[in-house]
Every structure is written in C-alpha cells, then in structure tokens.
C-alpha cells in the first residue's frame, strides 16, 4: 500500500481553510493509503512558543484533528516529538545538507525579512526537518499545498544526496499529492485574499466557534452594491461567497442564487443568511465533536499513544537500517 505523509504546525485553531484545503483529502486518504499524519510540534519551535501555549495547541489540533473525523484505527495520528527517531536522523541528514542551499530556500528568504530578530539556526534547517518526518516513513505522497513545493523538492534532494554518498537506494523520492485532483483555495470573508488564521478574525472562520460569532462575521462580509443589471460580473467579495457556498451548499440553493444574481433580483442578506445557516449546518456535529473530546483526556491520551507506537515502529526500523548504511556499528 501507498504510504502517505503530512504534517501540521500547532499554531492555532482549525479553520474552515484548514478543513476543505488539508483535513478533508487527510479523511479522504486514511482508508485507501498507509497513512502517517502528524502535528509538527518541533518545527514550531521556531517560533518560541510558551511551554503552556506550546501544550495547549497541540492538544487543540489533536482534538480538533479527532473531532473532524482522523481514525487512530485506520492512520498513526501522532505528534512529531513523540518519536525519537526524527531527532536522530535530523542529525545525520544535516550533515550533508548545505548552508547555501538552505538559505537561497523561499521559506528561509522570507523569514529574513519577516522576522529579522529571530533568525535561528533551527529556520534555516526547517526544510531538513521537514525532509527528515517524509524520509522517515518512506512516503510515496505528500498531501501538501503548493506553498510547500520547493520543501519537497528539497526532501527529494537530501534522500539522493544520501543515496548517492552511500551508493544505496535506500530512500525513495517523494511526490506532492491532492487526492482530488485538484487545489482548493478556500477565500476569506473580506474579499482579500484566502482564509487564514493571520488574516484577521473577521476575514477567517474558526471551526470552534459559537454560533452568533460565525453569524455576525457572515452577515458583515464583503459585498458590493447589487447587480445594476442581469447578467453581471460577479465581484471578488460575491464570488468568494459563491466559493463558500459551493463547499457546504446543496445544488439547488446554489443554483437559487446563481439565477438571483444573474438577473440582477439578488439580495446579498438572504444569501448570507442561507450561507451562514449551511455553514452552521456542517460546523455544529464537529464543533460538539471538539468539545467533547476536549474534556476527554483519556480519549485523547490513547489516541495519541497508539498514534507514537505506529509511527515509532516505522521510524525506529528506518533509524536501524539508517544507522548500518552510515557504518555505525557496534563493539559491544
Ligand atoms: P494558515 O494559512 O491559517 O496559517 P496553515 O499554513 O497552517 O494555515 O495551513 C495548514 C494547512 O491548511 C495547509 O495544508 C494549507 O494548505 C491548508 N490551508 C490553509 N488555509 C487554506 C485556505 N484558505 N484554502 C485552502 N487550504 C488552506
Ligand atoms: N512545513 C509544513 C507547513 O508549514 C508542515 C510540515 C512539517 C510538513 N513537516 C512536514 C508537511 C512533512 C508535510 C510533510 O505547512
């Protein structure tokens, strides 16, 4: 069977991107392919975070991750330092990574300029890290968005630079994977640009959140003045509502709409209203979903050492075999 691999860094809560442009292909693969999703704890270090804060989001996203469907029975949902076996091979692996390709990396380049302050050793490393939690399990897929792109690549470099140093063909490459064929982009709500968690709290939907919050936040979203006459352009604030719909929706209302402002007799109130209704119809089961897990700690416990055991066991058989190609051998 394929085995597929993805990660999440921990570093807040799930919105309505995350679902539709990553979770939803993750419920998709977990009972066609050997699956190992993870949420990536140690790369967020770059950041700093708080012990607290650093604790309370990786139980977020794992409950968040369990409440929208991932089975512990059917992929290893773990968390990346749960596994040993990242920290040994992220060693080795960096010994025959350069400093200059890691810093003509994008994601590097960009974290110069964003954040000139804190310019760690661990940044200019990341995509080894990253390289480091696919190599280990042997992925065949990485579900990714094109963002990540250039990681890849470089995953696929550092596996046949080891390769190539250790005339072994020990380490596959990797390819970049969308179980639908295609990328979602889901907008956000101020009609600039896609959902995400830095771009503002009225632009983005959380999953855990109430019911009157999402409402307002729908009501309130970008729009225009109304079609003068049929058969108009959509502007970019109506057609990302449109794009929402198009997600939780059925045909018929979409179709409703669709012809509403073809003919130029749409209300965007009524839309948003029977937009708000639909999203609050898909969030409310996974919203009492994450509460209840939430308060489960027994549930999320479990969930989380049978995830570290199934990826601990493929992780440590490559660290083994790892540690023979390199010549480790022991004495004793
Ligand atoms: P954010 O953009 O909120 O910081 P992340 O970068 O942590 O989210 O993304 C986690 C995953 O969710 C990635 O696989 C990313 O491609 C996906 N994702 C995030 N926002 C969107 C969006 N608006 N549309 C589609 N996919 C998204
Ligand atoms: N770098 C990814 C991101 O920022 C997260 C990540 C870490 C990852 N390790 C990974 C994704 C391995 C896929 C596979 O979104």
Known sequence: MKRVVSGIRPTGKLHLGNYFGAVQSFLNMQSEYDCYFFIADI????????????????????????????DPAKCALFIQSDIPAIYELYTYLNMNAYVG????????????????DNVNAGL???????????????????????????????????????????????????????????????????????????SGDADTIFIDEDDKVIHKKIMRAVTDSGPE???????????????????????DVIAHFDKAHSEATIRY??????????????????RERIREISADNAYIAQAAKIGA???NAS????????????????FY
């Open 43 to 70: 790369h967020s270090l770059t950041t700093h975070p708080t012990p607290e804060d650093l604790h309370a989001n990786v139980r977020t996203v794992l409950a968040e991750y369990l409440a929208m469907g991932l």
């Open 101 to 116: 390709e890691l810093q003509r990396s994008t994601s590097f380049k960009e974290k110069i300029r964003s954040q000139p």
């Open 124 to 198: 200019l490393t990341y995509p080894v890290l990253m390289a480091v939690d696919i190599l280990v399990h042997h992925a065949d897929y990485v579900p990714v968005g094109k963002d990540q792109q250039q990681h890849l690549e470089m995953t696929r470099q550092f596996g046949n630079r080891f390769n190539n140093l250790y005339k072994t063909e020990y380490f596959k490459e990797p390819e970049a994977f969308s179980s639908t064929g295609k990328l979602v982009k889901v907008p956000g709500l101020t009609a600039q640009g896609k959902m995400s968690k830095s």
């Open 229 to 251: 006459k049929p058969g108009e352009k959509k502007s970019e604030g109506v057609q990302n509502l449109f794009d929402l719909m198009a997600l939780v929706s059925s045909e």
């Open 269 to 286: 109130g009524d839309l948003k209203k029977q937009l708000s209704e639909d999203i609050l119809t898909f969030i409310r089961p996974i």
């Open 309 to 311: 055991e199934k990826a």
């Open 315 to 330: 992780a440590e058989k490559t660290l083994k075999e790892v540690r023979e190609i390199i010549g480790f051998k022991k």
